[in-house]
């Protein structure tokens, strides 16, 4: 793949986790409307409780997660996303073509 190829990989890795980290996070059941009964996120919360004695830590996983499920990204977590997905367009951009 040429340059303007891996630069357009770059860029649709990018752009696509942008826009599909907030789809994933409702998929995993971390909505505005709090975590949905019997999701991957009820049973990460539940085990985030046992861990901690009952509670979920402020800061974790479980309570970033449904923070950004619940207000959406923030900034830096918007970048993070797009480095991210910059990235595993650049490591696409290696798989050959037929």
């Not at 979920?56 to 480095?83: E, F, K, M, N, R």
Request: net charge positive; charged share 5%.
């Amino acid at each position: 793949m040429g340059l303007v190829g891996t630069a357009v990989a770059i860029g649709a890795g990018a752009v696509g986790a942008v826009f599909l980290a907030p789809v994933a996070l409702g998929a995993a059941g971390f909505t505005a409307a709090g975590v949905a009964a019997g999701s991957i996120g009820a049973k990460m919360m539940s085990a985030a409780a046992v861990a901690n004695g009952g509670g979920v830590a402020a800061g974790g996983v479980v309570a970033v997660l449904q923070s950004a499920g619940a207000a959406g990204l923030s900034g830096a977590a918007t970048a993070a996303a797009a480095g991210v997905g910059g990235a595993v367009g650049w490591l696409a951009s290696f798989i050959p073509r037929k």
